[in-house]
Every structure is written in structure tokens, then in C-alpha cells.
């Protein structure tokens, strides 16, 4: 399995960014996509995933309403469109895999993880 992320950036306060990630390797479509996040210092924290099967989502309670996950199954791209950024959202997003929906909601260690992108966001 790989999965290979792009996006990330640097942006002020207040703008948007959107990151892609393109799963390849799945066997079938019993399989969550989603996002975590690491910036120095601070624990990891799964922002968001959907499941493949029915699109499912799930997100953490700090960017619901600013982030939406969604995923084009024509280019089978996960998107994670983030709006309204604080600096808070500063940190390396990895674009991970569970095996299960549920794995991701209680925060269980991913089973595959993309190479990570940087957001920046400044004042």
C-alpha cells in the first residue's frame, strides 16, 4: 500500500489550503482514508478520515466546520479542503490508512502513512 500526499503550504491566518492523497494498493474498499497531524512538541492528533466503503467521516472537534474530507472515487483522491486556518494548525499532516473506520475515530496507531506535508500558517 502507498499513499502519496501533496499540497501543504504556507499561509496566513484566516486562508485555505487543500491536501490530496492517492491510495494505491488496496485490495478492496474496506479501508479508511484520513489525516493526521504532528507539530514539535505536542502529540499526535487524527484530524479527519472517511471510510471507502460509505463514505463515513470523522473529525476532530477543533477543526469541525473549517476542514471537510471528501474523496473522488473517478481519481481516487482523498482531499482534505482546510479553511478559516489558525496558527494553531501549524504542524506536519501525514495522509494515513486504518484498516477500520472505528480505529481511526478512537485514535488507534494508523496502519499505513503517506511521506507528510508541512502547513504553516502565520498571524
Known amino acids: 500500500v502507498q499513499l502519496v500526499e501533496s499540497g501543504g503550504g504556507l499561509v496566513q491566518a484566516g486562508g485555505s489550503l487543500r491536501l490530496s492523497c492517492a491510495p494505491s494498493?488496496?485490495?478492496?474498499?474496506?479501508?479508511?482514508i484520513g489525516w493526521y497531524r504532528q507539530a514539535p512538541g505536542k502529540e499526535r492528533e487524527r484530524v479527519a478520515c472517511?471510510?471507502?466503503?460509505?463514505?463515513?467521516?470523522y473529525y476532530l472537534d477543533s477543526v469541525k466546520g473549517r476542514f471537510t474530507i471528501s474523496s473522488d472515487n473517478t481519481k481516487n483522491t482523498v482531499y482534505l479542503q482546510m479553511n478559516s486556518l489558525k496558527p494553531e494548525d501549524t504542524a506536519v499532516y501525514y495522509c494515513?490508512?486504518?484498516?477500520?473506520?472505528?480505529?481511526?475515530?478512537?485514535?488507534?496507531?494508523?496502519?499505513?502513512r503517506g511521506q507528510g506535508t508541512q502547513v504553516s500558517v502565520s498571524l
Open positions: 494515513a490508512g486504518w484498516r477500520l473506520f472505528a480505529d481511526c475515530v478512537i485514535n488507534y496507531p494508523h496502519n499505513y
Open positions: 494498493g488496496f485490495t478492496d474498499d474496506d479501508y479508511t
Open positions: 472517511t471510510a471507502r466503503s460509505d463514505g463515513a467521516t
